[in-house]
């Protein structure tokens, strides 16, 4: 099966910085676009950054300027460098890397998730 697991994340004041980051193993063949969601109590998912395989980025608006996104094709990671941290970026983060892998039903092109980490801004 396919394995994603993140690290980073925790606490930090209004201001401060935080990275996460996240590597893929396990039966997984290719790896087209990573990226990250984040989801808050009582919000729906919302796809916070993504990288492309060229390394094209998008970010939503809310987080411009404030957040990059990297990944290292070689070995499988995607990392979110988080600056100027606010604290409505307070929420669960998930990584998610759309890919050719095992599933429970055959290697196919599918979305691959972590477990999730929090991220917690407040003074």
């Known amino acids: 099966q396919v394995r994603l697991v993140e690290s980073g994340g925790g606490s930090a004041q209004p201001g401060g910085s935080l990275r996460l980051s996240c590597a893929a193993s396990?039966?997984?063949?290719?790896?087209?676009?990573m990226g990250w969601y984040r989801q808050a109590p009582g919000n729906q998912r919302e796809l916070v950054a993504s990288?492309?395989?060229?390394?094209?980025?998008n970010y939503i608006d809310s987080v411009k300027g404030r957040f990059a996104i990297s990944r290292d094709n070689a070995q499988n990671t995607v990392a979110l460098q988080m600056n100027s941290l606010k604290p409505e970026d307070t929420a669960v983060y998930y990584c998610y890397v759309d890919g050719l892998g095992r599933t429970a039903v055959g290697i196919q092109r599918n979305s691959f998730w972590g477990q999730g980490t929090q991220v917690t801004v407040s003074s």
């Open positions: 396990g039966s997984i063949f290719s790896i087209y676009a």
């Open positions: 990288i492309s395989t060229s390394g094209n980025t």
